[in-house]
């Protein structure tokens, strides 16, 4: 390795030795793994990484490979963007931070974009894309090196849409620098890219007359591309202004009317069809213009019909493929999201018209899917119509005078009357799930859709019998079904004005409490938010899912329950406490001054119970400091007597060196040390004494106050617990007496109500006896 790095960087001017040097190190970087390296029990060992890794560890070896692209020979170039391909491929995180930091690497690259020989052109191409990938420092140094003006030149070169995979790689390059980074978006927006982007979907589409398989594969793998680059610039979760700005160039540059001419065309495969409806969808999105325009594009059918109402049809189509109709619903979703025109005209061919429309409507087509045997069909019909429903309580209460004709001959039922009808009758839980989110939808923020369903018969009955069923508790679409039916109750609560007397708010809390349990009824409240499907749900607005009876929740709904959740459980429980308050209220006796009395005497008790708690806890810790006082006094009189002890045996050392030298020492200036020493013995002798008086004074203190404060205290406190079990047997006695006086009273009004029955009966047996009295009676 080091010898082949050696050649990299001396012999520079000898280009058929570098390319050598260059191919050899692509042989042994390779990330292709050969049969040799798979060893008898079948792991691999992966040469290529470990080799890849060896090179890096140095660097410099990639900037030496980078600046190899500079030279414009053939066995050198390619080499040397082969290499960096594979070390790539070995360790991307690690290349794109080396290439990063290094001057001028990325434009280098961009470089050879620009290479009229087509396999270095394709091939950086492909560098790029794994360059760019989860990388946005990179993906905006590349947006910047003209990327999009050089990608939209060689996508011309190529052919556009009818082009080969070179076009599917600049889509794809063009895909990463877009997709999830802002300011490449903002770049691609303010350099009128977008309107590159139209001449593209200019498509030579299919006549009826046209031979069947027109699209090859790559011509429709390009065009998921191209509309994947659509998707990108005007994805929901992107910047809403960023967004709109899109949404109004796509409009006015025509892409928009180039995306629906595939939209409605002929012979387009049904995957590009679903992904174009998809893009339409994200388009018009939120934006008032776009969706006007869709709302007047025409399907070329005989008779004309609205694209809507074409989608429409074939989401209701239990034959259409089921990724199909669910773009179809995502679309319709969009097309009414923050449009109170379109969400108005939508309930408008719902209600009775004063002469008869022959055209198919979009309302006709949901209800339509309301009496369809297919269990999916009801669920996309349901959740379509509930969007038209979103933020918008007057069409929540003109949908109440919606009337259906569910048989001949018989009288019409409302919409809401149909919708609890079929939850009762039918036996799919998918189709169940769809009913009760609309009916969710309707009766949040609106009091007059919670009186029509609570004055439904066994409307609430049904619900609680749902609710409170024990079987299938651990079937994911019974749980959810359960969970839904909480919700729905919960907003009959929140949302209601009591002006059914048999379902007010009181009424359908003592339901709750006494036929489900008000810990089972909140669990199954908020169980919803702890299934994955949920959460699933929640993260993006377009439906997906694998097979027809994965699809169980909607978005919008779930943002519903999201911002409700906590005002239904809040609302429940502040009913429920208010009801028992009132209960306690009316159930007290005349003897409830005393019983309150009782209670005040009791409170004041335990105050001075706290009290002498906390003097003791003062009189504890009081005693810890001089306990820790007379700890340091002892342990200074032990250090005082220590120095005592040192100081004599300095004193007899003294004398004893003056008796040995009387020439080194003068008499009076030994006695003088000597009565020094003394005095000083003397003086701590004497605070040694007085340490000891102060040591026993504290001690008496503490005995005494230990001896008296504490007896008396705990004296007191025994009598006032005494005192306080008496009271508290007198008012047990007293609340005992009243229980009995209360079961007197209900065994008094039961017997009270069976007579008043017998009286009934009797009266009805005399009124049967007499006929003619009976008729003029009525």
Not at 20 to 33: E, F, G, Q
Not at 616 to 632: A, P
Request: charged share 25%; net charge negative; proline share 3%.
């Amino acid at each position: 390795m080091d010898a082949l790095r050696q050649i990299l960087e001396v012999d520079r001017t000898d280009c058929e030795i570098i390319g050598l040097a260059l191919d050899t190190l692509c042989n042994i970087t390779n990330p292709r793994t050969f049969d040799e390296e798979v060893d008898k029990h079948g792991s691999m060992n992966k040469v290529g990484e470990q080799f890849t890794e060896i090179f890096i560890k140095n660097s410099d070896n990639v900037g030496l490979v980078l600046t190899l692209l500079e030279e414009f020979d053939f066995n050198v170039r390619w080499p040397a963007l082969k290499l960096l391909m594979y070390l790539l491929t070995n360790r991307p995180k690690d290349i794109q931070e080396i290439i990063l930091v290094s001057p001028m690497g990325v434009s280098k690259l961009m470089d050879l974009l620009s290479d009229s020989r087509e396999v270095i052109r394709n091939d950086v191409l492909l560098l790029l894309i794994q360059l760019t990938k989860g990388n946005a420092n990179i993906q905006k140094i590349v947006a910047f090196e003209n990327a999009f003006d050089r990608i939209f030149d060689v996508i011309a070169q190529e052919g556009n849409a009818e082009g080969g995979i070179v076009v599917e790689d600049c889509l794809l390059l063009m895909l990463n620098l877009l997709r999830g980074n802002i300011s490449n978006q903002n770049f691609f927006n303010e350099g009128s890219y977008i309107q590159k982007l139209t001449p593209m979907f200019q498509i030579p589409l299919e006549t009826e007359d046209s031979p069947v398989g027109g699209w090859s594969p790559q011509k429709v793998s390009n065009v998921h591309c191209m509309v994947q680059v659509i998707r990108a610039l005007v994805a929901p979760s992107g910047s809403a202004q960023a967004v709109a700005n899109c949404q109004r160039i796509m409009r006015s540059c025509g892409l928009l009317q180039a995306l629906c001419n595939i939209l409605m065309a002929s012979g387009v495969p049904a995957d590009v069809l679903t992904e174009t409806i998809n893009t339409v969808a994200e388009v018009i999105r939120g934006d008032a213009s776009n969706q006007e325009f869709i709302a007047g594009v025409m399907a070329p059918s005989i008779p004309p019909r609205p694209a809507i109402v074409v989608l429409l049809m074939s989401m209701v189509n239990e034959k259409q493929p089921f990724i199909l109709r669910c773009s179809v619903l995502y679309c319709f979703q969009c097309f009414l999201y923050k449009n109170e025109v379109g969400q108005s005209q939508l309930i408008q061919t719902l209600l009775p018209q004063g002469n008869e429309m022959l055209s198919l409507t979009t309302g006709q087509l949901l209800c339509g899917g309301l009496f369809s045997p297919d269990s999916l069909s009801n669920w996309f019909s349901v959740v379509a119509l509930s969007h038209a429903l979103i933020d918008d309580s007057t069409q929540k209460e003109q949908l109440l005078r919606v009337l259906l004709a569910t048989n001949i001959g018989k009288p019409p039922v409302t919409l809401m009357q149909q919708c609890v009808m079929l939850l009762q009758q039918g036996n799919k839980t998918q189709c169940k799930l769809g009913l009760l989110m609309l009916l969710c939808r309707w009766t949040a923020h609106c009091p007059a859709a919670v009186k029509s369903f609570l004055l439904i018969d066994s409307s609430v009955a049904y619900l609680t019998a749902l609710l409170s069923s024990q079987e299938n508790n651990d079937d994911l679409q019974e749980t959810l079904l359960q969970s839904m039916c909480a919700i729905l109750i919960g907003l009959c609560i929140h949302f209601n004005d009591n002006s059914v007397s048999n379902y007010t708010k009181e009424k359908l809390c003592n339901l709750i409490e006494n036929r489900i349990g008000l810990e089972r009824f909140h669990d199954a409240i908020g169980g919803l938010a702890r299934h994955e499907i949920y959460s699933r749900t929640l993260k993006h607005p377009q439906p997906s899912a694998k097979n027809p009876s994965e699809l169980l929740l909607d978005h919008e709904f779930c943002k519903l329950f999201k911002a409700l959740e906590g005002v239904i459980t809040k609302s429940v429980l502040d009913e429920n406490s208010l009801q028992h308050k009132s209960q306690i209220t009316t159930s007290i006796s005349p003897d409830s001054v005393l019983v309150a009395q009782y209670k005040e005497v009791i409170r004041q008790q335990d105050l001075q119970i706290q009290k002498l708690n906390q003097i003791t806890e003062s009189l504890v810790k009081e005693k810890h400091e001089l306990e820790v006082q007379v700890h340091d006094l002892r342990s200074t009189i032990s250090h005082l007597k220590d120095q005592n002890l040192v100081l004599r045996a300095t004193q007899s050392n003294m004398l004893t060196e003056e008796t040995e030298s009387d020439n080194v020492i003068n008499n009076e200036d030994s006695t003088k040390e000597v009565e020094k020493c003394r005095n000083f013995i003397t003086e701590l002798e004497n605070r040694l004494t007085e340490y000891a008086s102060t040591i026993k004074e504290y001690k008496q203190k503490l005995e005494e106050r230990n001896e008296t404060d504490f007896e008396r205290k705990l004296q007191e406190k025994s009598e006032e617990l005494e005192k306080l079990k008496k009271d508290e047997e007198n008012l047990l006695e007293l609340l005992a007496y009243q229980d009995s006086k209360i079961m007197l009273f209900k065994e008094r009004l039961v017997a009270l109500g069976e007579k008043v029955e017998m009286d009934k009966s009797s009266i009805e047996l005399d009124n049967d006896d007499q006929p003619e009295s009976s008729s003029l009676v009525e």
